[in-house]
């Protein structure tokens, strides 16, 4: 028996060691707006609704349209991973964060949303994190192989909110299911390989002693 539960431990570490995949991690930053950022004048309302994968959230709309804000643009390769989860950590309500596909050009067109709308994907809907510690979720779907625009600003006059820290981490997915891609098999390690050798060396020992006790 003490034999078993040696291979059996030597096992279930080498399945450990070479675990399944996790969640593409697209992106992992912590960052602020800075006041060399460019501006942008009015920005996106806050209207209580997170965008999901069923698209839910409607485009918001556009505020403060004589009001300077800094902004910020981190661009993210989605590759096979369209259903994006993406995390924004900020206890400042001074922040806020959306997501557009390929191409961001606020102050590029006329009309109501000046141009705040075209590629427009999502965003939290809220500014600072729930209760002051969760961080806010939102998902949005973004075509394969595209680049995904996540742009930060900040929401007050006279620069409020620039400085601020915020934690970002992206993650992708390739269905609504929180599916991991497929990924090649690892290569063991020279440890594993020898950990797997003795594993197997271990069980045929104990097959010759089991072997012997039939012959006595």
Known sequence: MKLISTAGTLALFILLATGSARATSLLDVSDAVALTDPTQVGRLSRNGVPQDWT????????????????????????????????????????????????????????????????????????????????????????????????????TA??????????????????DSEFTDPPVAAPVPEPATLLLSGGGFALLGLRRRYRGRQRLI
């Not at 590029?108 to 939290?124: E, R, V």
């Not at 006059?157 to 390739?174: K, M, R, S, T, W």
């Open 55 to 154: 698209g839910g959230e409607l485009f918001p709309g556009v505020i403060n349209t004589a009001t300077p804000y800094h902004y910020l643009v981190l661009s993210v390769a989605v590759g096979i991973t369209p259903f994006v989860q993406i995390e924004f950590d900020s206890v400042s309500t001074n922040t806020f964060i959306s997501a557009y596909d390929t191409t961001y050009a606020p102050n590029s067109a006329g009309g109501p949303n000046f141009g705040f709308d075209t590629n427009w994907l999502g965003d939290p809907g809220l500014s600072g994190n729930s209760f002051g510690t969760d961080p806010l979720f939102f998902q949005v779907l973004v075509p394969q192989n595209h680049n995904l625009l996540l742009v930060i600003n900040n």
């Open 157 to 174: 006059a006279g620069n409020v909110g620039v400085g601020d820290p915020f934690h970002l981490i992206v993650e992708g997915f390739i």
